[in-house]
């Protein structure tokens, strides 16, 4: 999940969020698995979940698909509009913690705008999930000696259907190495900055998404 819970603790909800009632016009699916633990999958999503929800202004769901228990992390981190045992909610994004598969559908019932089903590193028993999500995203790691769990992953679902149209994002990544990486995968890899604060987009992520997803 990366360190950036430590930059802003318990006050951040003085923020004032911009009015507005803009919607996507269907419902989007966003899927989200690591190649290695710790590569940013979750600082990924809440980035995500910041765009749509608080850029965007679309009502969205967070899910944490996955046995990490980061959102326990970040609910205890911060303070809420609301919250509970299962859930906790800032401004249009609601965050679901540790959903089981059976719980989706329900939640796919809501009237959400966008959702974001964060499955960690584990692919394998969320296949089928991340498969049925309209953009998925394959998260890789930066550090050198983990790069190689790219290619491996990559390999390892080279022919599982709609798999290669999928997106590639190592964050903060540099250049060089998203250039070399880019050519060695024969795939488009996308780097995103770091953000101290991953509810405030700055205007260099925030420009990619608008280029991503509109």
């Known amino acids: 999940m990366g360190d950036f819970l430590k930059y802003r603790l318990k006050p951040f909800l003085l923020k004032k969020f911009p009015s507005g009632n803009r919607s996507l016009s269907e419902k989007r699916t966003i899927?989200?698995?690591?190649?290695?633990?710790?590569?940013?999958?979750?600082?990924?999503?809440?980035?995500?979940?910041?765009?749509?929800?608080?850029?965007?202004?679309?009502?969205?769901?967070?899910?944490?698909?996955?046995?990490?228990?980061?959102?326990?992390?970040l609910q205890n981190a911060f303070e809420w509009e609301k919250e509970d045992d299962k859930s906790f909610t800032l401004d249009r994004v609601t965050y679901y913690k540790k959903v089981p598969s059976s719980s989706i559908p329900e939640i796919m019932t809501e009237d959400y705008g966008c959702l974001i089903m964060d499955f960690g590193k584990d692919y394998i028993s969320w296949k089928e999930e991340f498969i049925?999500?309209?953009?998925?995203?394959?998260?890789?790691?930066?550090?050198?000696?983990?790069?190689?769990?790219?290619?491996?992953?990559l390999s390892s679902v080279d022919n599982i259907g709609g798999i290669k149209n999928c997106l590639h994002i190592i964050p903060f990544a540099e250049k060089n190495v998203i250039a070399r990486l880019s050519?060695?995968?024969?795939?488009?890899?996308?780097?995103?900055?770091?953000?101290?604060?991953?509810?405030?987009?700055?205007?260099?992520?925030?420009?990619?998404?608008?280029?991503?997803f509109g």
Request: charged share 25%.
């Open 31 to 73: 899927g989200l698995v690591g190649v290695n633990r710790g590569a940013g999958v979750t600082y990924t999503g809440v980035l995500l979940s910041s765009y749509f929800g608080i850029e965007k202004r679309i009502k969205t769901a967070y899910l944490e698909c996955n046995n990490h228990q980061d959102f326990e992390r």
């Open 132 to 153: 049925r999500c309209g953009t998925k995203i394959i998260i890789g790691d930066q550090a050198i000696w983990n790069q190689s769990k790219l290619m491996a992953f």
């Open 183 to 212: 050519k060695k995968t024969g795939r488009d890899l996308i780097s995103i900055p770091y953000e101290p604060d991953p509810m405030i987009l700055s205007k260099e992520t925030y420009k990619i998404f608008q280029n991503l």
